[in-house]
T-cell receptor
Framework: DGGITQSPKYLFRKEGQNVTLSCEQN?????MYWYRQDPGQGLRLIYY???????QKGDIAEGYSVSREKKESFPLTVTSAQKNPTAFYLC?????????????FGPGTRLTVT | AQSVTQLDSQVPVFEEAPVELRCNYS??????LFWYVQYPNQGLQLLLK??????LVKGINGFEAEFNKSQTSFHLRKPSVHISDTAEYFC???????????FGDGTTLTVKP
């Protein structure tokens, strides 16, 4: 079965700790994305990558970092600099290039920082 | 730059009634348009998409949407809803020359028995 996996589904951390969220896809997609979702605010783009070893900041990149060393993987690190990290995080992928149509989403990771 | 406005944050409706979820967009370039559905604590799933051609597009679960270029709208409709349609619905737009999508804030559809 092709798709996107995110792990873990629920994650708890203490304030001041960095935490890395995993995102893996086996759809052979070039482009991958990270979104943050807060109640009533829709999806906000954190980072996106259109090709391996390249990525761009989205609308709310401050306090986050990413890497794209492999086509299948796009991990997101929530750093201690992120002021309000508790949220639902969604990873997505799309074909990329001229065929960038719809995005395919993972099941999400709910991060709680106390 | 592009933006999406979902005109209703919440839409309550009775089972078997028709429903319309409204979406307006703005963009300086040609666009692709999408509707996604999200069930609680899950990721988003594509309902339907407009890329080109016929302005009336049909999707999964009996939903359809009509692209209206002059009114810059892409409203989602279903003639008869079920309890299982209760979910959050997101409209999204992307430029035909760029991969990023811009999402609306979502509309919560609640179907009551």
């Amino acid at each position: 079965d092709g798709g996107i996996t995110q792990s873990p589904k629920y994650l708890f951390r203490k304030e001041g700790q960095n935490v890395t969220l995993s995102c893996e896809q086996n759809l052979n997609h070039d482009a991958m994305y990270w979104y943050r979702q807060d109640p009533g605010q829709g999806l906000r783009l954190i980072y996106y990558s259109q090709i391996v070893n390249d990525f761009q900041k989205g609308d709310i990149a401050e306090g986050y970092s990413v890497s794209r060393e492999k086509k299948e993987s796009f991990p997101l690190t929530v750093t201690s600099a992120q002021k309000n990290p508790t949220a639902f995080y969604l990873c997505a992928s799309s074909q990329g290039g001229q065929n960038t149509y719809e995005q395919y989403f993972g099941p999400g990771t709910r991060l709680t920082v106390t | 730059a592009q933006s999406v406005t979902q005109l209703d944050s919440q839409v309550p409706v009775f089972e078997e009634a028709p429903v319309e979820l409204r979406c307006n967009y703005s963009s300086s370039v040609s666009v692709y348009l999408f509707w996604y559905v999200q069930y609680p604590n899950q990721g988003l799933q594509l309902l339907l998409k407009y890329l080109s051609g016929s302005t009336l597009v049909k999707g999964i679960n009996g939903f359809e949407a009509e692209f209206n270029k002059s009114q810059t709208s892409f409203h989602l409709r279903k003639p008869s809803v079920h309890i299982s349609d209760t979910a959050e619905y997101f409209c999204a737009v992307s430029g035909t020359n760029a991969g990023k999508s811009t999402f609306g804030d979502g509309t919560t559809l609640t179907v009551k028995p």
